[in-house]
């Protein structure tokens, strides 16, 4: 068996969030440690490259595990590239290449994550973040796996980070709280223009294609664009958009926008509209003009 691949700490910019399917919250650190080693022995058996074994589990997938009690312990080198996140193919935003992963024990499609469990999970997140000048991706694993490996972890108690209501949304709020983040401000007041996407478009941190992405705007998906900015050139066009996505600040290319007439209750991550947008004249930024690149080229 092959040894896993190995990259830097400052390298490192996701953190998924697992649950192990097993029913049974381990109260305490003694049977969570009970529960690994049964892991580690199923992880053995997937083939997949094996560690050195510095925290004595040399198959186990995830590089952090929380009992019910929040008691925690680190069960593999950061170092290595693990097959937790089952999304590969994704290259440089791939979670397996570029993140670890944590198991919060149990399962939470049944069952709920403790309070300890959940506040572990954040205090290993924002310990590895002031340690190493960062700040991490956090989603759930069904958020990252690559579509034939769709998978319902970390549960559906856990939730999802789009839903600010959710448990896995309280981790990541939580981490902003100890590193000092204001919580995300409101949605801006109404105004600005509304636009549609053209085409499926990754929504990024920042304007460029080198910021980490946030999400996917479905095609026909109504947004509020909020500022039109100076950013990554696309086809020779460098004017990129603004919005709210999901509590924080989104972007897009303006190539594959084109502005439209929405009623104003229509929000960013409300339901797309019922009939075709109407499609305005004087959005002259992007316009939704059909180019030449892929819109998905570098925005994936």
Same mark, same amino acid.
């Given at each position: 068996m092959s040894l896993s691949l190995t990259r830097s700490l400052q390298q490192i910019r996701f953190a998924t969030i697992h649950h192990s399917a097993d029913v049974g919250v381990p109260v305490n650190l003694e049977q969570l440690k009970k529960r690994l080693a049964s892991h580690n022995e199923r992880h053995k058996g997937r083939n997949y490259p094996s560690t050195k074994g510095e925290f004595g589990y040399k198959f186990l997938l995830y590089s952090f595990a929380v009992a019910g009690d929040g008691q925690w312990?680190?069960?593999?080198?950061?170092?290595?590239?693990?097959?937790?996140?089952t999304d590969w193919y994704k290259g440089t935003e791939s979670s397996n290449q570029w993140g670890f992963g944590i198991l919060l024990e149990g399962n939470f499609e049944v069952e709920q994550p403790t309070q300890g469990q959940l506040e572990s999970a954040a205090q290993i997140i924002y310990k590895f973040n002031r340690e190493n000048n960062t700040r991490l991706i956090v989603r759930g694993h069904r958020e990252f796996a690559a579509p034939r490996f769709a998978t319902a972890c970390p549960g559906e108690f856990m939730g999802l980070s789009t839903d600010p209501s959710s448990k896995l949304s309280w981790i990541i709020q939580r981490v902003n709280n100890l590193s000092g983040v204001a919580a995300p401000a409101p949605m801006p007041e109404p105004g600005g223009t509304f636009a549609t996407a053209t085409a499926i478009l990754n929504v990024r941190t920042g304007p460029g294609t080198g910021f980490p992405k946030l999400g996917q705007l479905k095609k026909g998906q109504v947004i509020r664009v909020t500022e039109q900015l100076k950013g990554e050139p696309v086809d020779g066009v460098a004017t990129w958009c603004k919005f709210w996505f999901n509590g924080a600040d989104g972007f897009v290319h303006s190539n594959?926008?084109?502005?439209?007439?929405? #009623? !104003?209750? +229509? =929000? *960013?991550?409300? #339901? !797309?509209? +019922? =009939? *075709?947008?109407?499609?305005?004249?004087?959005?002259?930024?992007?316009?939704?003009?059909?180019r030449h690149s892929d819109p998905r080229r570098g925005l994936r």
């Open positions: 312990l680190q069960t593999q080198d950061l170092k290595y590239q693990l097959y937790h996140a594959w926008l084109a502005a439209v007439s929405v #009623p !104003e209750t +229509e =929000t *960013e991550t409300g #339901p !797309e509209p +019922e =009939t *075709e947008p109407q499609v305005s004249a004087n959005f002259v930024l992007g316009a939704g003009r059909r």
